[in-house]
């Protein structure tokens, strides 16, 4: 069983085009983000869910909505995407705070593409 | 923004330990020191924590020193699939961030 999936796992698009990647966790955890690894391979918090409740919101272009329908589902919509919205992005979960041991669960990755 | 430094990449040998060092200057005393590394194309995954002990798993050792201004993390006996990108990351506990900085590019070699 896959703790935290995606869907889908590649992405390619043109600009312009709207897009949705899905993320579910099978853990219990009431905890949920996303995260951006661009071709430089820079890792960096876009958003977190705790309990479908946004609670971190980086600088991120207001094209990029993510949506909670529970606290498994945190997914991912882009509007209007541009070449530099091209990257690697992941899914991850957590217990509320990171839990005891500060452990993330981390998805295989939506790799995006944008031509 | 990463508060650790970190070597841009090195290489181990197959079967020896692997020492891997992360500078951590300016941690405060509620901050712990956490390791995660990236196999290429996966997602990070979590190898160990601490905050001022030596800490022990089955996947690494962390040795952190008294002042709390480094780290290293030891891998026993490196294995091919060791290679990876190896990230150290201080969080102060209960923050819902952890902050990856640009890792290790490790590569372990036959």
């Known amino acids: 069983d896959t703790a935290v999936s995606q869907t889908p796992k590649y992405l390619v698009t043109q600009m312009g085009n709207d897009k949705s990647i899905k993320c579910e966790q099978n853990?219990?955890?009431?905890?949920m983000y996303w995260y951006k690894q661009d071709s430089k391979k820079f890792l960096k918090i876009m958003f977190s869910?705790?309990?479908?409740?946004?609670?971190i919101n980086e600088t991120v272009p207001n094209r990029f909505s993510p949506k909670s329908p529970d606290k498994a589902h945190l997914n991912l919509h882009i509007n209007s995407l541009e070449l530099g919205d091209s990257a690697v992005y992941f899914c991850?979960?957590?217990?509320?705070?990171?839990?005891?041991?500060?452990?993330?669960?981390f998805g295989e990755g939506s790799r995006l593409t944008v031509l | 923004d990463a508060k650790t430094t970190q070597p841009p990449s090195m290489d181990c040998a197959e079967g020896r330990a692997a020492n891997l060092p992360c500078n951590h200057s300016t941690i405060s005393g509620n901050e712990y020191v956490y390791w995660y590394r990236q196999i290429h194309s996966q997602g990070p995954q979590y190898i160990i924590h601490g905050l001022k002990n030596n800490e022990t798993n089955e996947m690494a050792s962390l040795i952190i020193t008294e002042d709390r201004k480094s780290s290293t993390l030891i891998l026993p006996h490196a294995t091919l699939r060791d290679t990876a990108v190896y990230y150290c990351i201080v969080r102060e506990y209960g923050n819902n961030r952890l902050a990856f900085g640009k890792g290790n590019q490790v590569v372990v070699i036959p």
């Open positions: 991850a979960s957590s217990p509320p705070g990171l839990g005891a041991t500060g452990e993330l669960f």
């Open positions: 869910y705790n309990n479908k409740e946004l609670i």
């Open positions: 853990l219990g955890h009431d905890t």
